[in-house]
């Protein structure tokens, strides 16, 4: 797949754009109370969470560019916390300063 240049992905929401994986079935196990799930979930809005979000998906992102070495353009089409859309386009913006950028709730586009 080193020759792929246009990469698409739909995706229902960004964890699954990373090796995070938010642990949502193992919270929801072991909090059986609805608020306690709540509070979890809000836990991954934080700016914490949010920042490690970024490192991770700005690491994989790399990752991705470099094995393809003749990717072009990659779109990933999901849904997208509103508090992340910033800082995922500030993160593309510094890793790719000669790049075309596109990131809202719904996708995030890069052209390389």
């Known amino acids: ?22 642990g949502y079935y193992e919270a929801k196990e072991r909090n059986r ?30 990752q991705l560019v470099e094995k393809l070495k003749e990717l072009t353009s990659l779109d990933i089409y999901g849904e997208i916390h509103i508090e992340k ?9 510094t890793r790719f300063p000669n790049s075309r950028i596109n990131v809202e709730v719904s996708k995030f586009r890069l052209w390389l």
């Open 1 to 22: 797949m080193p020759h792929l240049q246009t990469l698409r992905i739909w995706r229902p929401d960004d964890f699954p754009w990373t090796s995070i994986q938010p």
């Open 33 to 62: 109370n609805p608020w306690s799930l709540l509070n979890w979930l809000r836990s991954l809005k934080t700016p914490k969470s949010i920042a490690q979000h970024v490192a991770v998906f700005e690491q994989d992102l790399c």
């Open 85 to 93: 859309v910033e800082p995922y386009r500030l993160m593309a913006q």
